[in-house]
């Protein structure tokens, strides 16, 4: 099977095109065999090529049988994907051979920059009926991380958003470009951070407001609004702490960041003890909250088939569109790492598996 690669952590030359890979198997009977058409580059890949994440990651490989050998070398990278189902397992009910999906699956698993993926019937759901493989490539990871972030975490629901206001932090990437349209469709009003050439496309997803944070200070332009709702930050740093002040005094208020010390505290002291470390961090933040009277809290990517099956719906009836920036051949996986590492992305990078050139 071909899939993209690497047998050690480094950059992005480390990545090579593999022909002569075992083809992925069902190893579960929740499990579904299924051809990849497209799949996206997300932030995360680039980082976990590098190592990023790698001591937790292996820990749950191991856990969950995924690990077959005593290295996690050769390494397929890529988390979501849209394609069509070839083979299910005994316990699968809701798919059959021949339906189109979408999903993203966990960390744990091989990844999705392949030409088969194997993916367990909770990460994925049926592919929206009204866009291509390519477009719905673009959304499920940053779909499931926005999830997790403003509903798994936030708790926000369709039935409580109305009205509510919702800061983005870092609005014209994958997550910023989902959450937008998430939120507006829930009747949310948004109020994004942007650059100065991604304002049209923000404005255009139904941003409220746009700071521009090239020719505004951000912080004293803040001031001059209503406190929000929702803080949503994929930005971190010092972020995360001077945007706290923003969020009002409620306690149904949450700020919720993305940007978490936990994998790589992992990475740097070792499993226990960086989990140890992370959850000090997490009990630091979470008392910044209580003597604020305020919500700071974590999310992390986790894969969730029941939020994709409710934005399928809203996709087919287009409260949300994909946005994706470019498309790469399945040959040209490099450039569109590369494209990804250097940031400033408008929406997605997708890879066209089914064409080499």
């Not at 579904?32 to 058409?37: F, R, T, Y």
């Not at 077959?68 to 299910?88: A, H, I």
């Not at 014209?172 to 304002?199: C, E, N, P, R, Y």
């Not at 944070?213 to 803080?231: A, V």
Request: charged share 20%; glycine share 10%.
């Amino acid at each position: 099977m071909s899939a993209w690669a690497i047998n050690s952590y480094g950059g992005i030359e480390n990545l090579y095109l593999s022909s002569s890979g075992c083809m992925s198997a069902i190893r579960s009977p929740d499990q579904l065999l299924i051809k990849v058409h497209a799949a996206s580059i997300n932030p995360i890949d680039v980082r976990m090529i590098g190592g990023y994440g790698r001591v937790l990651i292996n820990v749950l490989r191991k856990q969950s049988g995924s690990a077959t050998s005593g290295t996690e070398f050769p390494l397929t990278v890529g988390r979501d994907f849209s394609g069509t189902v070839v083979e299910v397992g005994g316990n699968v009910s809701k798919y059959k051979v021949g339906d189109e999906v979408w999903g993203a699956i966990g960390a744990n698993k091989p990844g999705t920059h392949a030409k088969f993926v194997v993916a367990s019937q909770s990460e994925i759901s049926k592919k929206p009926a009204n866009i291509s493989h390519i477009e719905a490539a673009s959304i499920p990871y940053v779909a499931a991380t926005t999830w997790a972030a403003l509903c798994a975490v936030g708790e926000l629901k369709d039935k409580n958003a109305t009205g509510k206001r919702l800061l983005m932090l870092g609005g014209s990437g994958g997550i910023g470009t989902f959450s937008i349209q998430l939120a507006k469709a829930w009747g949310m009003h948004v109020t994004v951070t942007s650059s100065t050439d991604a304002i049209d496309l923000v404005t255009s997803l139904g941003a409220d407001t746009v700071i521009d944070y090239k020719t505004k200070k951000l912080w004293n332009e803040l001031k001059l609004h209503e406190k929000f709702d929702y803080i949503l930050d994929t930005v971190g740093g010092e972020y995360t702490d001077k945007s706290l002040a923003f969020l009002s005094p409620w306690k149904s208020a949450h700020l919720v960041t993305l940007v978490t010390p936990l994998l790589k505290n992992c990475d740097d002291f070792g499993t226990v003890p960086g989990l140890f470390k992370a959850a000090l961090s997490a009990g630091v933040d979470t008392l910044k909250g209580l003597t604020s009277g305020r919500s700071v809290r974590w999310a992390i990517f986790t894969p969730n088939g029941s939020a994709l099956d409710r934005v399928k719906q809203m996709v087919e009836t287009e409260q949300i569109k994909p946005v994706v920036q470019e498309t790469f051949p399945f040959s040209k996986v490099r450039e569109g790492f590369k494209k990804v590492s250097e940031g400033h992305l408008r929406g997605k990078i997708v890879i066209d598996v089914l064409r080499d050139n």
